[in-house]
């Protein structure tokens, strides 16, 4: 399966905001001697931002603007609550907690990329 220009550049985008993510998250507990949950909420917004920024301008080719700034906060909540909902049933299943960690990019990444190509970065027609 051939992944194509884009579908490489958000998954690497991805793999980036993780990479911010952790070292947010580290830095602040470690030197800051923050509580890991305001750490890890600190580093959430932080990638999130740094995802936005990076899928829209590479990823995407769009423009940072208020409509896909929005659009793209309201998929990655729906992103969250899908996480949640992956891992929750593999919990629910009672499969191993490793098994919902690598579950959620298997079911979470396409639904994002796709609801983001169709509808998050979708170009404005005229009216």
Known sequence: MILSAQVRRFLLSGVLATAVHFVVAASLIEQAQTE????????????????????????????????????FVLVQLLGVGLAAGVSGTV??????????????????TPVTYTLHRLWTYRPRTAN
């Open 36 to 71: 890991p949950a305001i750490a890890n909420a600190v580093a959430f917004t932080v990638a999130t931002a740094f995802s936005y920024v990076i899928n829209t301008l590479w990823s995407f080719n769009s423009s940072i603007d208020g409509r896909t700034l929005i659009r």
């Open 91 to 108: 919990d629910w299943l009672g499969l191993h907690y490793i098994i919902g960690i690598m579950c959620v990019p298997v079911f979470v």
